[in-house]
């Protein structure tokens, strides 16, 4: 519970530091570069073999490519996922 009220905190005072017009995409650029205890990665379950091949591939073809990455609300509708 601890953890979860500290990133609440963070996110709460990100909030009050950021102008009143800004865009929700500037909101979420600032909450993914947000740092603090709850994600200390020790915490996490380790990634399968399968998972760390998939995220070492995906990581190789974005530096031979990385005009091909997408903004993520194109990704998430490439994916039929829902904003």
């Known amino acids: 519970m601890e953890m979860i009220m500290?990133?609440?905190?963070?996110?709460?005072?990100?909030?009050?530091?950021?102008?009143?017009?800004?865009?929700?995409?500037?909101v979420i650029e600032q909450i993914t570069l947000l740092d603090g205890p709850w994600l200390d990665e020790a915490d996490l379950p380790p990634l399968t073999q399968a998972q760390r091949d998939a995220l070492d591939e995906s990581v190789a073809q974005h530096k031979q490519h990385p005009e091909r990455a997408l903004p993520w609300r194109e990704a998430l509708r490439k994916t039929g996922h829902r904003e």
């Open 6 to 26: 500290g990133a609440k905190d963070a996110v709460r005072a990100l909030l009050d530091h950021l102008p009143d017009d800004c865009k929700l995409d500037e």
